[in-house]
Antibody, heavy 115, light 108 residues
Framework: VRLEESGGGLIQPGESLRLSCAVSNFSVSLNSLAWVRQAPGRGLEWVSVLYSGGKTYYSDSVKGRFVISRDDLKNTLFLQMNDLRVEDTAMYFC??????????WGQGTLVTVSS | SYVLTQSPSVSVAPGETARFTCGGNKIGRKSVHWYQQKPGQSPLLVVYDDNDRPSGIPERISGSKSGDTATLSIARVEAGDEADYYCQVWDTATDHRVFGGGTRLTVL
């Protein structure tokens, strides 16, 4: 299983950004996938999960601003991030979820929100 | 929201056993998972469902649980074990996944 995130960068507060996670050897349509982030020098923070059936859940800190989705044909997971805040600055990892734990992780993509 | 509590740091000499604790309300009713994260790397699952190891994880890494505390143990610690260790559970009440704050292992 391979996961490769992309789409990170430097962005100003209030703007939007879409992260992608290209997945190999693992069907995004048949499994659950998640986003986890890590602010510089801080611990891991769960962000969102997308179940195979399409149901989604979000952490309280991003609910209403972030949207998780997937493209089954491209076997890719996305995270649309709107109204970004300085506190959203972090490395964003995508991960496969096996029931309720994260079995495989990507290398991460860095999002920096700063004016 | 559900909270997992981990000690910030653990220091052990090479060859000793390192123990990382993870506390949470009624954690005994939840499956606890553990991740190792070395500097500059992605997290790596080292224990799932309290005490199962993914393939490739050495037997000297083990998990246990008693009461409201889960424990990750690393026997015969090596310099290469220096990393941050995180516990994680699924809060079924909210369907949120929750990580502990992490414990940094220093090998003396």
């Amino acid at each position: 299983v391979r996961l490769e995130e992309s789409g990170g960068g430097l962005i100003q507060p209030g703007e939007s950004l879409r992260l992608s996670c290209a997945v190999s050897n693992f069907s995004v349509s048949l499994n659950s996938l998640a986003w986890v982030r890590q602010a510089p020098g801080r611990g891991l923070e769960w962000v969102s999960v997308l179940y195979s059936g399409g149901k989604t859940y979000y952490s309280d800190s991003v609910k209403g601003r972030f949207v998780i989705s997937r493209d089954d044909l491209k076997n890719t997971l996305f995270l649309q991030m709107n109204d970004l805040r300085v506190e959203d600055t972090a490395m964003y990892f995508c991960a496969t979820e096996d029931y309720d734990y994260f079995a495989n992780w990507g290398q991460g993509t860095l999002v920096t929100v700063s004016s | 929201s559900y909270v997992l509590t981990q000690s910030p740091s653990v220091s052990v000499a090479p060859g000793e056993t390192a123990r990382f604790t993870c506390g949470g309300n009624k954690i005994g009713r939840k499956s606890v998972h553990w991740y190792q994260q070395k500097p500059g790397q992605s997290p790596l699952l080292v224990v799932y469902d309290d005490n199962d190891r993914p393939s490739g994880i050495p037997e000297r890494i083990s998990g246990s649980k008693s009461g409201d505390t889960a424990t990750l143990s690393i026997a015969r610690v090596e310099a290469g074990d220096e990393a941050d260790y995180y516990c994680q559970v699924w809060d079924t009440a909210t369907d949120h996944r929750v990580f502990g704050g992490g414990t940094r292992l220093t090998v003396l």
